[in-house]
């Protein structure tokens, strides 16, 4: 079935660089896509969202950034610190209400 | 952001027994609720999504009849994995959405060990 996924497993980057963390999605149709961090036995926890027919959104130290020619998607952290290391999901909304999860990527932050 | 709270956050149980999982939404209230399965360093799967008074609709592959699922109202979905076996253990999460196309609001997960 159709499914959003990653092109990262793992990412690692220095405290104080900038993340880029890269998401593709099959399902056309989609027009609502959200980022999600998730700790350690924790929940996800709302990053940030954007609208298809929006190509670029930007909050407080990310940025989202959507390509519906690729069907890609990307999360841009800036400066990124010790408290971002967590597992960063992309998510599509199908149909209105289900969110869809794609597979994940860690990001580690090295000190 | 919204809060949705989940009980109990971990849970042990023996093979055979039912466990039940609460989910509310404490200041919003949640049209659709949603319940994911999380195993060890994998994504979250959708199980199946209730409407407040109406039965929840199951992905394909999850069985209704072991895991039940009761949305009695616009703050509580509940559930209930019966007759839970080991392979059962997981993370368990709840999400609450107010309106379609918005972002949904997630609880802080249950861990259910069946032993």
């Known amino acids: 079935g159709e499914s959003v996924g990653l092109h990262l497993p793992t990412l690692s980057v220095q405290e104080g660089d900038n993340s880029i963390i890269n998401c593709a999605y099959s399902?056309?149709?989609?027009?609502?896509f959200i980022w999600y961090k998730q700790e350690s036995g924790k929940g996800p926890q709302f990053i940030i969202d954007i609208r298809s027919n929006m190509d670029k959104r930007q909050g407080q130290r990310v940025t989202v950034l959507l390509n519906k020619t690729v069907k890609h998607l990307s999360l841009q952290i800036a400066a990124t610190q010790p408290g971002d290391s967590a597992v960063y999901f992309c998510?599509?909304?199908?149909?209105?209400?289900?969110?869809?999860f794609g597979a994940g990527t860690r990001l580690f932050v090295k000190a | 952001g919204a809060v949705v709270s989940q009980h109990p956050s971990w849970v042990i149980c023996k093979s055979g027994t039912s466990v039940k999982i609460e989910c509310r939404s404490l200041d919003f209230q949640a049209t659709t609720m949603f319940w994911y399965r999380q195993f060890p360093k994998q994504s979250l799967m959708l199980m199946a999504t209730s409407n407040e008074g109406s039965k929840a609709t199951y992905e394909q592959g999850v069985e209704k009849d072991k895991f039940l699922i009761n949305h009695a109202s616009l703050t509580l979905s509940t559930l209930t994995v019966t007759s839970a076996h080991p392979e059962d253990s997981s993370f368990y999460i709840c999400?609450?959405?107010?309106?379609?196309?918005?972002?949904?609001?997630f609880g802080q997960g249950t861990r259910l060990t069946v032993v």
């Open positions: 399902n056309s149709a989609s027009d609502y």
């Open positions: 998510a599509e909304n199908t149909g209105g209400f289900k969110t869809i």
């Open positions: 999400s609450g959405k107010q309106q379609r196309n918005t972002e949904a609001f």
